[in-house]
Antibody
Framework: QVQLVESGGGVVQPGRSLRLSCAAS????????MHWVRQAPGKGLEWVAV????????YYADSVKGRFTISRDNSKHTLYLQMNSLRVEDTAVYYC?????????????WGQGTTVTVSS | SYELTQPPSVSVSPGQTARITCSGD??????AHWYQQKPGQAPVLVIY???ERPSGIPERFSGSSSGTTVTLTISGVQAADEADYYC???????????FGGGTRLTVL
């Protein structure tokens, strides 16, 4: 069945880096845009970044632009989020989500999330 | 940046109709999508492209659009519909995506 499984979360000090991964299965990964969305404790959803099906287009939220990089490896059916210069306010559950053929389509499949805690 | 505005909370009795609005300047140009999130769970897409319903979503969920406002309507609300609901769309350039602040639906 269609599935997304995130990994790579953990506890990290401010200013350090972390890379999240999202393994996809059950659909033609290379045909769909993919998103990262986060949710801080007790807060709402915040869109983080999106990448087009072929990796040619990438867009970011202002809060992470210049610090986070979204990428994908279609041969490995895997989405990544490289997070640098982490801040306390980056603490959240990070979800990967499957989009549509375009980057503006709805997100119809979500992973269960991986938790990132930034703390000294 | 760009913002979508939702009411923080909506309350209805079982069997009534709940309407949750989402306002944004670019909504006449961009589609909106709606998600349901229950505590401790990942979000679920309930409406896409303003008014389309994914397979497996009950018919009591519907969406509409008028000018700068989109509306999620839940007819015949059930206790199981109690959740947070988020709209999602993009700015006029289509390069900046955003979620609304979320609306907590309480079934009285």
């Amino acid at each position: 069945q269609v599935q997304l499984v995130e990994s790579g979360g953990g506890v990290v000090q401010p200013g350090r880096s972390l890379r999240l991964s999202c393994a996809a299965s059950g659909f033609i990964f290379r045909s769909y845009g993919m998103h990262w969305v986060r949710q801080a404790p007790g807060k709402g959803l915040e869109w983080v970044a999106v990448i087009s099906y072929d990796g040619s287009d990438k867009y970011y939220a202002d809060s992470v632009k210049g610090r986070f990089t979204i990428s994908r490896d279609n041969s490995k059916h895997t989405l990544y989020l490289q997070m640098n210069s982490l801040r306390v306010e980056d603490t959240a559950v990070y979800y990967c989500a499957k989009g549509g053929s375009g980057v503006l389509d709805g997100m119809d499949v979500w992973g269960q999330g991986t938790t990132v805690t930034v703390s000294s | 940046s760009y913002e979508l505005t939702q009411p923080p909370s909506v309350s209805v009795s079982p069997g009534q109709t709940a309407r949750i609005t989402c306002s944004g300047d670019a909504l006449p140009k961009q589609y909106a999508h709606w998600y349901q999130q229950k505590p401790g769970q990942a979000p679920v897409l309930v409406i896409y492209k303003d008014s389309e319903r994914p397979s497996g979503i009950p018919e009591r969920f519907s969406g509409s659009s008028s000018g700068t406002t989109v509306t999620l309507t839940i007819s015949g609300v059930q206790a199981a519909d109690e959740a947070d609901y988020y709209c999602h769309s993009a700015d006029s350039s289509g390069t900046y995506l955003v979620f609304g602040g979320g609306t907590r639906l309480t079934v009285l």
